[in-house]
């Protein structure tokens, strides 16, 4: 499990910046604000990315005990990707209930059950989070998380000096 560690974390990584692309780039393209075709590629890109993480998370696990590696680095690392992932499925619930409220989402059974308060209090939480662009600034954080996640990674792999970018995240995080 510990040699496909790369393998489950470099795809989700992918799907985090190609999210974080179509999140960003929504602001700017205003018809992508709330047409259900972003929502729902976000949304699909998300549910996949939360299957994936908890993969790349049991293989990272497998590696560090294999491998018997605990220094300052590695629980860095560990614990920005335990932040980047917690953010990130923070996310994933925000698209789902926003799907859910949507009208594509309107035409699944169990979804027709959702009482009108549920919906309306569940439009009212994402109206606000969205009025606010507190969604992007999540997005923005998590990336953010991500990126420390991966130049620590760099620094297990290929050393503290290994590059200019790692030796500054590595000296602010403390590692």
């Known amino acids: 499990m510990e040699t496909l560690h790369p393998i489950f974390v470099h795809f989700p990584i992918a799907l985090l910046t190609l999210y974080a692309c179509i999140d960003i780039l929504?602001?700017?393209?205003?018809?992508?604000?709330?047409n259900s075709n972003p929502l729902c590629r976000k949304t699909i890109l998300l549910i996949v990315w939360s299957i994936w993480s908890s993969l790349a998370s049991n293989s990272g696990e497998a590696a560090?005990?294999?491998?018997g590696l605990r220094t300052l680095l590695v629980e860095h690392h560990e614990l920005f990707a335990g932040l980047s992932t917690s953010i990130f499925w923070g996310l994933t619930l925000f698209y789902i209930?926003?799907?859910?409220?949507?009208?594509?989402?309107?035409?699944?059974?169990l979804l027709q059950k959702l009482s009108w308060t549920t919906k309306s209090l569940i439009a009212k939480i994402i109206s606000f989070i969205e009025s606010y662009y507190i969604i992007y600034l999540w997005a923005c954080v998590g990336f953010f998380a991500l990126?420390?996640?991966w130049a620590l990674w760099w620094a297990i792999v290929y050393g503290?000096?290994?590059d200019v970018i790692v030796q500054?995240?590595?000296?602010?995080?403390?590692?």
């Open 26 to 34: 929504s602001l700017f393209i205003k018809k992508w604000k709330n």
């Open 97 to 109: 209930l926003k799907w859910v409220i949507s009208e594509s989402g309107q035409h699944y059974s």
């Open 64 to 67: 560090k005990h294999a491998i």
């Open 168 to 175: 500054r995240i590595v000296r602010m995080v403390g590692a």
């Open 160 to 162: 503290k000096d290994a």
């Open 147 to 149: 990126t420390i996640t």
